[in-house]
């Protein structure tokens, strides 16, 4: 199998949560076969990126709209011991970079560059478009809500979790903080109300036909000193390019849509 670099250039997403999922998201629809039926990523413990509402938001929506998925497990690595296979890759990457004559003056350069990486197994490059990043985080003001207390009333914390498992039932989160096969799942219910008494058919049916709004509709602006220091660079570059970075939009703070775990209001 053909391993996946999946790449977006930034003024067209930042780099939290909600672009995270939404690359997940365009990679369980677009690469998990119809015949897989269970899931299960690993990652490190990086809450930002990784361990948050936004991806526990994507994987059940994703569950819904996928004809074969009927489980995810999301499990993160003990800190000091996240090494993956992906780093790897990335330091083959790195590795070639340095022993490499080509030029990289714009994004598409870098795409083709990592396209073009020998190894073993091949990386295939996915551009990501703006079209693709969905906020996920609006299933909060519409069949779900976040919850601060699982089932059992007791107060939960993202931080701690080790074991997050998605199912069909659409608003339910299983959860341990440990990798232990024999400890027992917690059980975290986003439905509101009304939700909770549909059948499985019917729930089923309702969220399939939801369509997420984008998460941004226009490119977005970049740091005004990053884009200094991109300027300075340009009698380094092709003049073709100049114009594409003196067009970038800047802001005095990048104006980065970033919406955290945090940003939602919670019912118990």
């Known amino acids: 199998m053909n391993l996946i670099v999946i790449c977006g250039m930034q003024p067209l997403a930042g780099r939290g949560s909600i672009e995270v999922a939404s690359i997940l998201y365009k990679f369980i629809q677009g690469k998990i076969h119809y015949n897989i039926t269970h899931l299960i990523t690993y990652s490190d413990t990086c809450s930002g990126q990784n361990r948050n509402i936004n991806i526990a938001l994507m994987f059940m929506f994703a569950l819904q709209n996928h004809p074969s998925l009927q489980m995810v497990d999301q499990k993160f690595l ?59 985080s609006s299933l909060l003001s519409g069949p779900l809500v976040k919850r601060a207390l699982d089932t059992d009333k007791e107060k939960i914390n993202w931080l701690k979790m080790t074991w997050i498992r998605y199912g069909k039932i659409f608003g339910i989160i299983q959860f341990q903080y440990t990798l232990n096969k024999e400890a027992p799942f917690r059980i975290l219910d986003l439905r509101k109300g009304p939700m909770r008494t549909r059948n499985r058919a019917e729930l089923t049916s309702g969220v399939s036909n939801i369509r997420l709004p984008l998460t941004y509709n226009g ?7 990053k884009k200094k220091d991109l300027i300075s660079l340009l009698p380094l570059l092709d003049p073709i390019y100049h114009q594409l970075y003196k067009d970038l939009k800047t802001n005095t703070r990048a104006a980065m849509i970033q919406q955290s775990d945090e940003e939602s209001s919670f019912e118990d």
């Open 78 to 136: 003990v800190p000091g011991h996240t090494h993956l296979e992906c780093d790897s890759d990335h330091s083959r990457i790195e590795r070639c970079k340095k022993q490499s004559e080509s030029t990289i003056s714009i994004p598409n350069d870098w795409y083709n560059f990592v396209r073009n990486v020998r190894g073993k197994i091949p990386l295939k490059v996915i551009e990501m478009e703006q079209i693709d990043f969905k906020s996920f």
């Open 219 to 225: 490119p977005l602006s970049i740091d005004s000193e």
